[in-house]
């Protein structure tokens, strides 16, 4: 398996979750922008993923490598006058995502190659908010373990 396999299926995987709470203007899905946020449309939940680290894990053996890359997906909000609503959607969105990312079923190992999203000590899947000049970014970092 390949990291781009790999890559392809959390892609998949983000694309397919579904949002719970809707707020004008947003999108009822999640659309991944290969571009990233240079290219990214003006709507909602529009999402680019990119490497920022890796490794190889465990001794020199003769059995298959595993090997990690920390993954960052970004998400895009628009601006919005109510921003309460705004901050229960983006966090509706963090929960809707990393419980399917979180879900091995979806993973379907034996075609992407997917062994594991690792925790970063204690946690799983951390976030956070920022802003930008077009609105709110979600930023989660993804561990993903594969062969």
Known sequence: ???????DKIVEIVEAASPSLKMAGSGSRFKHMPSGFEDRLAATRSFFIR????????????????????LSLSISYL????????????????????????????WDSSNSGIRQ???????LLPYD???????????????MEYE
Request: glycine share 8%; no cysteine.
């Open 117 to 123: 999203i690792s925790s970063g000590g204690d946690t």
């Open 79 to 106: 601006q919005s006058r109510d921003l309460a609503k705004l901050d229960k959607v983006i966090v509706s969105d963090y929960e809707a995502i990393s419980d399917d990312l979180l879900t091995t079923s979806k």
């Open 51 to 70: 490497s920022s680290s890796g490794n190889i894990h465990g001794p020199l053996t003769g059995i298959t490598r595993r090997r990690l890359s920390m």
């Open 129 to 143: 908010i920022t802003d930008d000049d077009d609105g709110f970014v979600l930023s989660i970092t993804i561990p």
């Open 1 to 7: 398996m390949s990291f781009a396999t790999a890559r």
